[in-house]
């Protein structure tokens, strides 16, 4: 594709319920990342892939985050119960290999939850 | 721990001024900086990174290891340099990114 997508774009959730976000990365990108950014703040790393190994997830806030790639492309970053904290936007980049540490990102999926 | 402070929240220059957007880091070890730029309406993106040392669209940046510092330069702001600029780390666990805070750099006409 022509960029990493994301989806929704918007997403607005009552607290404690679930949500699921959807990341595209650009095709054949190895590695695949996610942040969560809070207003006013820089993008904060939540997790990272390279093809289907979570090799990282030493950012995800608490256990009700989640995130799998289970075939090496699409991404799903999953929180369950959700809380107002949550409210930030989530970013998906990805990045190919061999290109060391450039990621290209997505719009960002922006979550608020009331 | 790695840790990215950008100091500065918001810089306003004039057109045709130099601008400077300050960047630290506290990482032991051997980072590499990286420079992302996030233009008005649009995604993030890099602008450059130190071990590329080349110039993009007139900005530099050069790591001082000694001030661990990684400050961006342009000798001559431009209206379309307005933007949210971001520094950030990466460290030997290649994954994780660490980002500051971001400046918002205006450049005035």
């Known amino acids: 594709g022509a960029g990493v997508s994301q989806s929704p774009r918007y997403k607005v959730a009552k607290r404690g319920q679930d949500v699921a976000l959807r990341c595209d990365p650009i095709s054949g990108h190895v590695s695949l990342f996610w942040y969560q950014q809070a207003l006013g703040q820089g993008p904060e790393f939540l997790t990272y892939?390279?093809?289907?190994?979570?090799?990282?997830k030493s950012g995800l806030p608490s256990d009700r985050f989640f995130a799998e790639r289970p075939e090496g492309s699409v991404s799903t970053l999953k929180i369950q119960r959700t809380q107002q904290e949550d409210s930030a936007v989530y970013l998906c980049?990805?990045?190919?290999?061999?290109?060391?540490?450039?990621?290209?990102f997505g719009a960002g999926t922006r979550l608020s939850v009331l | 721990a790695q840790r990215v402070t950008q100091p500065e929240k918001l810089l306003s220059v004039f057109k045709g001024a130099p601008v400077e957007l300050k960047c630290n880091y506290s990482?032991?070890?051997?980072?590499?900086l990286f420079w992302y730029v996030q233009y008005s309406r649009q995604r993030l993106q890099l602008l450059l990174r130190h071990i590329s040392r080349e110039s993009i669209k007139g900005f530099t940046a050069d790591l001082n290891k000694g001030e661990t510092s990684f400050h961006l330069k342009k000798p001559f702001a431009q209206e379309e340099d307005s933007a949210m600029y971001y520094c950030a780390l990466t460290g030997a666990n290649a994954g994780k990114s660490t980002f500051g805070d971001g400046t918002t750099l205006t450049v005035k006409p």
């Open positions: 980049a990805s990045s190919p290999s061999g290109t060391w540490n450039i990621q290209y």
């Open positions: 990482y032991s070890g051997s980072p590499e």
């Open positions: 892939f390279q093809n289907e190994a979570q090799l990282d």
